[in-house]
């Protein structure tokens, strides 16, 4: 089975967030498969889509974290469809069902992709009960994000963002008694509109590198607060990467670029799309 690693919401190799693709051709493998497949790449997200024709959706699109299937996920979206986009040129634009309902991505031909969203609600409300000593500073503020899942949480500036060494069994242990995904935190920065890291350790992702959901509420909670709906956000981890984010209303757009930084083939394929998968790079077999 073809596997690609994809950096996305980066033009450059070894930037952004790196995701696993995995494109069937017509049904999903065994689900325990796909977990296992997950915990061995030990991104952030694998994703694994295959084709339909529903006349809603073009691809349905599941994403995995090394411990939990998820229900969002904007960077594996991103690799996805530039996956897709580097395989079959055309269409342009692919719809993805989902657990979060239609997804849709817009390629372009300078290397672009826009992914439509739906805007998390934003709620402030208190902030959990440890959540400054988890972090090793002061919320102003704190937000629930609605079906999203995760906090948001707003800091004093930049540099608490950028300096921020939480501990993430504490965090973890806020995320469980909470029943929340992860922990956004957030600040003004100098040289874009706002700058953001995201920690999930409760799921296997002590940082993630770039979050394309999380940007789904820091969009609209910065929207709000600057007046302005297009803005642009870096996430400071230790990759980095940039995403453009546009409110439509009950929308977010999401706009990155992504960089394929291998393409192989995984060895082990399930028994249930031996036969059904998508062919490998150019000049390889895949095995049976």
Known sequence: MRIRIIDAFTDQPFRGNPAAVCLLEDTWPDEDWMRQVAA???????????PVDD????????WFTPEVETD??????????HALHQDRGTPATVRFTTRSGILVAHSFDDGRITLDFPAATITEAAAPHGLAEALGTQPVAAYRT???G????????EDTVRGLRPDLASIARIE?????????????SADYDFVSRFFAPKD??????????A?????????????????????????TGVVRTEVHGDRVHLTGHAVTVLDGLLQIASKAVAGSVSGGPAGSHSPS
Request: aromatic share 4%; net charge negative; with cysteine.
């Open 204 to 213: 296997g992702i002590p940082e993630d590198p770039v979050t394309g959901s």
């Open 150 to 157: 995760d906090l948001l949480v707003v800091l004093s500036d």
């Open 55 to 62: 006349g809603d959706a073009d691809y349905a699109l599941r």
């Open 215 to 239: 940007h789904t509420a820091l969009a609209p909670y910065w929207a709000q607060r600057t007046g302005r709906t297009s803005l642009v956000g870096l996430q400071a981890s230790k990759r």
């Open 72 to 81: 969002l996920c904007g960077h594996a979206t991103l690799a996805t469809a």
């Open 146 to 148: 609605g079906a999203l």
């Open 40 to 50: 061995e790449m030990n991104l952030s997200e694998t994703a694994f889509a295959h």
């Open 176 to 188: 469980q008694e909470s029943g929340i995904r992860g922990v956004i935190v957030t600040a003004e």
